[in-house]
């Protein structure tokens, strides 16, 4: 039972949260990316004129980072035409047209350094930037009408096709960070043109079979970049945590495309393992600062959280087309969890500044302490404790203008008898001959109005795996209704109104007793937050602080324009390392929306917690 | 106010606890290592006429394995003459006399293989080696008065003052596994030769200067030889452990010696360093597998817990040196802590077999889950789960047969007017003209009787820290008395018979709230036991398992020999990775001391638990 997710073109944000985090990328974030990037150096790059001995040389992944932008540029372009913008993805462009190589290879880095070394080296991002140029031409295309990119990013990947399947004269026949098998499958569908499918396919079917490399050349291959299986029989979430999630991306698209039962089965097992054993309770991913890696199952290590934006990005990302596979409400929970906290933390509130890096916990007693040892270098590896406004690899900005304009693309899907509310965000959308308005202040709060004109459907609401009492109501009366998996169905004609309320309430959360990191603690959440403290409202260092009993307070905080929750709490001393001989001291500890942590300068913070 | 530890050969073990582990080593251990090393090798290497091609090709540090078992022998000889032992040694020592080059020198390794490398390489043991044989042959003249062994290695420890202190022709100026030091005082001790007293100051005084090593020699220098500092600058427990805890001995003996009080100061500020941020609950230390090293304040994860036999140990013998400093109780109690659990767990409790490594807790299905992946090789190391009669690097196994039979070294300190009885042993004691006798069952029961003979002393008992009611008496009548430094102080005359009544019972002791693993759990202690669950006692799988209320039923495990503890407990179990959803289902559960997990069998093992 196949659904179709219904796309952000066809659906507009009308206000609440997620309208004012778009208007704060179209107004702020955008522009601040832009500059960045052109004080390092990147859309200068695009230029083709940098010469050694010149500051700023280019990086093999610089492509990606500005096309990224281009592509946030699309999709704000869709719903508002932004001619300023426009004109410098038309400039960027124009740069690769007259950039690119005659038979329509375009990369930075290998057209000024090593043109004879192109496709030769798995490793070097390559095929990863070429990706989300062709992402980024479609986007455009779309929103614009333009044709150029696309035609440009069109030639290339025939270009690409030609060497990698039909000559096969590549060095390697699968790229080392995945990227563009996703893309490809979105120039399939966007011109219907079917070899870019297959060379989807063709990648994500050499991938594992490591045939080309020499068998020395294990730098190339194995887990970091999901080669140590062919992918139908990858059941793990293994390696580099972004490269896994876009893998697993297209193998979710080419399974629906391709009806591929293998590929499902193994997208599924992928899902699971990484939702049930691999994730933080943010819907963090890639635990390990070292690559960039999933660890094994239950390593959640909190202070060393490595937990990068785009990561959490490419699970929701893999969620979303999880959604696609049949009803269940485990994709939009997911996608919840990472849109509200580990994605969102990401970044600031004043939309200027990036985690690259997403800390699950600041202690700064703790990493003073930690001298720059052995141990240090090798083994102990804190996230940095402020956003800042680029990064040396600044993958996380554009990913973020990216998908923030996109949003909408989570809130429903659908087939031809029901649709599907997995997100709930105030909006009007238009499914066929139907309109869907959401009217909702959620998530700050519980209730939904959803009215449904221009013809009748089955609504299916997603019951949020966090909410115990629910209640729908059609027209002012109530409907009885069950839920399956995890949705609660309803019938509406045209012009019904339906409602939705969800009683959002505090909740401790406890973790799987082998994620060691949390054993013995909660979490608190309220909604779709999950909760953290912070030192700043909780008088500096938070390492000896316990909640005391079940009653908590919900407040607002003004500032931060988000709910908090206050709580009975005390700061338990002990004697020495070890020891029965504790002394507390009441006081009442402010909670607030993890995601918002770190705007309000450097301070430590904490999610898991004791309740005692 | 400088103390002085009465030595083992003034004090017999006569009953108890300590006797049966005195037992089991001279009856079985002691065999049982000699055989293994006889079949691995070590033995047959002495007679130096080991080729190319042959099995067992001798090791950098084999001298060393075979050395701790001579002084074992020597210290077991002491308290009983073994002629069969006794046999053993004196053929060894022929080889060494047999063996060793004209000017003195000894190793089998560099004589066999490259004599012309000798004392140019730091890395590879070499003086470790000779501070072994060192100590053993003062040992051995201690217990049987043969003068061989004794003067060989001072034939070897006059050779390597000329070399390294008087020409400085050897290529580096302290070693790169300290031990010597230690082993020049004690031969100094012994003989009343200055030199060796002055060449164990070289060493130390040259450690952090690394004057002598090319400037691109990384391996050779840092923190994990504790190189990284001049000695007396040395204020936090970095590296290797056991290097680390040898080398602090010779620190503390040496500001002892020389009244040195810079170097007295870097002895307390690391004492506390360890006992404070860097020690297990179980006196275990040096937490990381990579490279059997101490890691940052508070990093003391149990899973993959190191925490090698050897450096428990060593913290003991580091311990006895700072009693000497003044009375102050903390020293008593970490290696009370030490005897009773990270370092007993090393042996087995049939004295046959040993662990290198001492897990602190064992989940056998997350071992499982756990992939043969790049994480897996990299970060995640779990020690073994049951120990072997010998190992590739098998220092801990004769580590464990010297420290048994002296470990009355660690009962009585003493000046002028009082004499500390810093841990309770049935036993006799010879101080001057004083006997002491202790009469106990500890820890098995908590009263000891002390009777004084042949003058009279003021009494300093050890109150231990986990100790909250307890009493003294003399003669039969209450004895009121305060604490101070951790002593409880009571005059005795001549025949005065001196009862102390520390009360054991269950403890749950927290740990410091930095130490993110145990953050929310409990350990439960008895006495001086830190104990454990095991699987086998609670059904398989401990992971899910918590302690409930504060109640717990002491007992008696007859096939151990030692008590155990029953407490209410659930098994909890959530759904999903993150729940507020708890089922539970109530037991009983088991508690063992922590040093006998892993007799029964491979099973779970957990010391830190929830108690809700």
Same mark, same amino acid.
């Given at each position: 039972?196949?659904?179709?997710?219904?796309?952000?073109?066809?659906?507009?944000?009308?206000?609440?949260?997620?309208?004012?985090?778009?208007?704060?990328?179209?107004?702020?974030?955008?522009?601040?990316?832009?500059?960045?990037?052109?004080?390092?150096?990147?859309?200068?790059?695009?230029?083709?004129?940098?010469?050694?001995?010149?500051?700023?040389?280019?990086?093999?992944?610089?492509?990606?980072?500005?096309?990224?932008?281009?592509?946030?540029?699309?999709?704000?372009?869709?719903?508002?035409?932004?001619?300023?913008?426009?004109?410098?993805?038309?400039?960027?462009?124009?740069?690769?047209?007259?950039?690119?190589?005659?038979?329509?290879?375009?990369?930075?880095?290998?057209?000024?350094?090593?043109?004879?070394?192109?496709?030769?080296?798995?490793?070097?991002?390559?095929?990863?930037?070429?990706?989300?140029?062709?992402?980024?031409?479609?986007?455009?295309?779309?929103?614009?009408?333009?044709?150029?990119?696309?035609?440009?990013?069109?030639?290339?990947?025939?270009?690409?096709?030609?060497?990698?399947?039909?000559?096969?004269?590549?060095?390697?026949?699968?790229?080392?960070?995945?990227?563009?098998?996703?893309?490809?499958?979105?120039?399939?569908? *966007?011109?219907?043109?079917?070899? #870019? /499918?297959?060379? =989807?396919?063709?990648?994500?079917?050499? !991938?594992?079979?490591? %045939?080309? &490399?020499?068998?020395?050349?294990?730098?190339?291959?194995?887990?970091?970049?999901?080669?140590?299986?062919?992918?139908?029989?990858?059941?793990?979430?293994?390696? *580099?945590?972004?490269?896994?999630? #876009? /893998?697993?991306? =297209?193998?979710?698209?080419?399974?629906? !495309?391709?009806?591929? %039962?293998? &590929?499902?089965?193994?997208?599924?097992?992928?899902?699971?393992?990484?939702?049930?054993?691999?994730?933080?309770?943010?819907?963090?991913?890639?635990?390990?600062?070292?690559?960039?890696?999933?660890?094994?199952?239950?390593?959640?290590?909190?202070?060393?959280?490595?937990?990068?934006?785009? %990561?959490? &990005?490419?699970?929701?990302?893999?969620?979303?087309?999880?959604?696609?596979?049949?009803?269940?409400?485990?994709?939009?929970?997911?996608?919840?969890?990472?849109?509200?906290?580990?994605?969102?933390?990401?970044?600031?509130?004043?939309?200027?500044?990036?985690?690259?890096?997403?800390?699950?916990?600041?202690?700064?007693?703790?990493?003073?302490?930690?001298?720059?040892?052995?141990?240090?270098?090798?083994?102990?590896?804190?996230?940095?404790?402020?956003?800042?406004?680029?990064?040396?690899?600044?993958?996380?900005?554009?990913?973020?203008?990216?998908?923030?304009?996109?949003?909408?693309?989570?809130?429903?899907?659908?087939?031809?008898?029901?649709?599907?509310?997995?997100?709930?965000?105030?909006?009007?959308?238009?499914?066929?001959?139907?309109?869907?308005?959401?009217?909702?202040?959620?998530?700050?709060?519980?209730?939904?109005?959803?009215?449904?004109?221009?013809?009748?459907?089955?609504?299916?609401?997603?019951?949020?795996?966090?909410?115990?009492?629910?209640?729908?109501?059609?027209?002012?009366?109530?409907?009885?209704?069950?839920?399956?998996?995890?949705?609660?169905?309803?019938?509406?004609?045209?012009?019904?109104?339906?409602?939705?309320?969800?009683?959002?309430?505090?909740?401790?959360?406890?973790?799987?007793?082998?994620?060691?990191?949390?054993?013995?603690?909660?979490?608190?959440?309220?909604?779709?937050?999950?909760?953290?403290?912070?030192?700043?409202?909780?008088?500096?260092?938070?390492?000896?602080?316990?909640?005391?009993?079940?009653?908590?307070?919900?407040?607002?905080?003004?500032?931060?324009?988000?709910?908090?929750?206050?709580?009975?709490?005390?700061?338990?001393?002990?004697?020495?390392?070890?020891?029965?001989?504790?002394?507390?001291?009441?006081?009442?500890?402010?909670?607030?929306?993890?995601?918002?942590?770190?705007?309000?300068?450097?301070?430590?913070?904490?999610?898991?917690?004791?309740?005692?």
């Amino acid at each position: 039972m196949a659904l179709k997710n219904l796309t952000f073109d066809k659906i507009d944000i009308t206000g609440g949260f997620w309208h004012e985090k778009q208007e704060l990328i179209r107004k702020t974030t955008i522009w601040n990316v832009y500059k960045r990037f052109c004080d390092t150096g990147r859309f200068p790059a695009f230029k083709m004129d940098w010469k050694e001995g010149m500051p700023n040389r280019p990086n093999i992944f610089w492509d990606s980072d500005v096309a990224k932008w281009l592509e946030s540029v699309a999709y704000l372009t869709l719903k508002q035409r932004e001619p300023e913008l426009e004109a410098i993805v038309d400039e960027v462009v124009d740069d690769i047209e007259r950039g690119r190589m005659e038979d329509g290879y375009f990369n930075i880095c290998y057209e000024l350094f090593e043109p004879q070394n192109r496709f030769k080296f798995r490793g070097n991002h390559e095929l990863y930037c070429a990706g989300h140029l062709i992402e980024a031409a479609v986007a455009y295309n779309k929103a614009t009408g333009k044709n150029k990119f696309l035609h440009l990013m069109e030639d290339y990947a025939k270009l690409i096709k030609r060497i990698f399947m039909d000559e096969e004269s590549a060095a390697f026949d699968s790229p080392g960070h995945e990227e563009i098998e996703l893309a490809l499958v979105r120039l399939y569908d *966007h011109t219907g043109n079917r070899d #870019y /499918l297959d060379l =989807a396919l063709f990648f994500i079917n050499k !991938r594992g079979s490591q %045939a080309k &490399l020499p068998e020395n050349d294990n730098y190339h291959r194995g887990t970091h970049i999901q080669d140590h299986l062919p992918v139908r029989e990858q059941f793990t979430a293994e390696g *580099h945590a972004v490269r896994a999630c #876009y /893998l697993y991306c =297209a193998m979710a698209d080419l399974a629906e !495309r391709t009806d591929d %039962a293998e &590929l499902k089965n193994a997208c599924e097992k992928l899902f699971k393992n990484i939702t049930e054993a691999r994730m933080y309770i943010t819907g963090s991913i890639g635990s390990s600062h070292v690559l960039e890696e999933f660890e094994n199952d239950y390593r959640l290590p909190n202070d060393t959280a490595y937990a990068e934006t785009c %990561a959490a &990005l490419a699970l929701a990302l893999f969620a979303r087309r999880m959604q696609a596979f049949g009803p269940d409400s485990r994709y939009a929970d997911t996608v919840e969890r990472i849109i509200y906290n580990g994605f969102l933390s990401g970044l600031s509130l004043d939309g200027k500044s990036f985690f690259y890096e997403n800390a699950h916990e600041i202690d700064l007693e703790q990493r003073k302490s930690v001298r720059s040892s052995l141990h240090e270098r090798r083994n102990t590896h804190f996230p940095i404790t402020q956003r800042i406004e680029v990064f040396g690899c600044s993958c996380c900005p554009p990913n973020v203008t990216r998908f923030i304009p996109s949003i909408a693309d989570f809130i429903y899907s659908y087939d031809d008898t029901t649709v599907y509310v997995n997100q709930y965000m105030a909006s009007t959308a238009s499914l066929g001959e139907l309109t869907l308005t959401q009217e909702t202040n959620y998530p700050f709060e519980g209730c939904i109005k959803l009215t449904i004109s221009g013809g009748s459907r089955r609504i299916a609401f997603r019951i949020p795996a966090w909410c115990r009492v629910w209640s729908i109501g059609r027209n002012g009366a109530s409907v009885d209704t069950a839920i399956n998996n995890g949705y609660a169905y309803v019938d509406a004609a045209d012009g019904d109104v339906l409602t939705l309320s969800l009683r959002i309430s505090v909740r401790r959360v406890k973790s799987n007793p082998r994620v060691l990191t949390n054993r013995g603690l909660i979490a608190v959440t309220y909604g779709p937050f999950v909760m953290c403290l912070e030192g700043v409202d909780n008088g500096g260092s938070l390492t000896n602080v316990k909640l005391v009993g079940k009653t908590a307070t919900v407040g607002f905080d003004e500032k931060l324009g988000l709910p908090c929750i206050y709580h009975p709490a005390v700061r338990e001393s002990i004697k020495g390392l070890y020891s029965d001989i504790v002394s507390s001291e009441p006081f009442t500890a402010k909670l607030i929306p993890y995601h918002a942590f770190a705007n309000r300068g450097e301070t430590d913070m904490r999610i898991w917690v004791e309740n005692i």
